[in-house]
Nanobody, 117 residues
Framework: QVQLVESGGGLVQPGGSLNLSCLGS????????MSWYRQDAGEQRELVAT???????TYSDSVTGRFTISLDLSRVTMYLQMHNLKPEDTAVYYC???????????WGRGIQVTVSS
């Protein structure tokens, strides 16, 4: 069974930086895309950034220029570098993987990011 585990969250002051990681393991899968989503209390889950297995990234307008997504296929790990963090970036961040062959979608359990002074 595919497992995704996020790490690197925490509390940071406005203007600060955090680096998230998502490690994939288990099962038999081939990555088509991996993505970061986030969800704040009472809000809908929103797409933050996506990267294809070829390394092509896309970003939501709210994080463009501040966040960088990357993927290390050899380590089955996706990263999200977050800079100039704002209070509105506060949310639980989720890792998502879409399988290339069967289009199944897998989710991590999420990790809290809090931006506050």
């Amino acid at each position: 069974q595919v497992q995704l585990v996020e790490s690197g969250g925490g509390l940071v002051q406005p203007g600060g930086s955090l680096n998230l990681s998502c490690l994939g393991s288990g099962g038999d899968f081939t990555i088509a895309t991996m993505s970061w989503y986030r969800q704040d209390a009472g809000e809908q889950r929103e797409l933050v950034a996506t990267i294809t297995r070829r390394g092509s990234p896309t970003y939501s307008d709210s994080v463009t220029g501040r966040f960088t997504i990357s993927l290390d296929l050899s380590r089955v790990t996706m990263y999200l570098q977050m800079h100039n963090l704002k209070p509105e970036d506060t949310a639980v961040y989720y890792c998502n993987l879409v399988d290339l062959l069967n289009r199944n979608s897998y989710w991590g359990r999420g990790i809290q990011v809090t931006v506050s002074s």
